[in-house]
């Protein structure tokens, strides 16, 4: 198994792409731009879903609280990515990368359910949480395991040859 931060190489990409994808969506709510190229079926809306009344929840656009999820996630990912003594561990990203998938989970049920309607890039968001989840599931079991990056030998003394008494 590898090193914990191996696991974790691809999730600031993807935490990015996630949060490109729910800033638009954020923006898509308020109306200031438009997801006509999400619509492309009497099932498939990205502009019915995303300004429904089941898009906001406490007055807060879902949205926006993907944003934020995203953004945390690309935070503790740069984190333990490319800190030599990271302030946060692989069980605080998986945790909050399961609560994400959950929250993507119960949204889709939504769609279904509620609005028998999609919304093409929610969906791609909720692949994206799943994904980022799997890598950070392998850098918590890879943590749990203790598998670490070898540690270089110390280069030894240079050998100054025989002694030689005077």
């Given at each position: 198994m590898r090193e914990p931060r191996a696991y974790l190489a691809p999730v600031p990409?993807?935490?990015?792409?996630?949060?490109?994808?729910?800033?638009?969506?954020?923006?898509?709510h308020y109306a200031y731009l438009s997801a006509d190229f999400c619509s492309v079926a009497s099932w498939l809306d990205c502009n019915e879903v995303n300004q429904s009344?089941?898009?906001e929840i406490l007055g807060i656009p879902v949205a926006a609280i993907g944003l934020a999820g995203f953004?945390?996630?690309l935070?503790?990912?740069l984190d333990?990515?490319?800190r030599e003594a990271p302030r946060f561990r692989p069980w605080q990203m998986l945790a909050l990368a399961a609560v994400g998938v959950a929250f993507g989970l119960y949204l889709l049920g939504v769609e279904l359910l509620a609005l028998?309607?999609?919304?093409?890039?929610?969906?791609?968001?909720?692949?994206?949480g799943i994904t980022i989840l799997a890598f950070t599931a392998l850098a918590f079991w890879s943590d749990r395991r203790g598998t670490r990056a070898p540690v270089p030998p110390e280069p030894a003394a240079a050998d100054p040859g025989p002694k030689t008494d005077p």
């Open positions: 990409f993807l935490a990015i792409l996630g949060a490109g994808i729910s800033g638009f969506l954020v923006a898509n009344a089941w898009s953004l945390v996630l935070v503790l990912a333990l990515r490319l028998h309607l999609f919304c093409l890039l929610c969906l791609v968001s909720l692949v994206l």
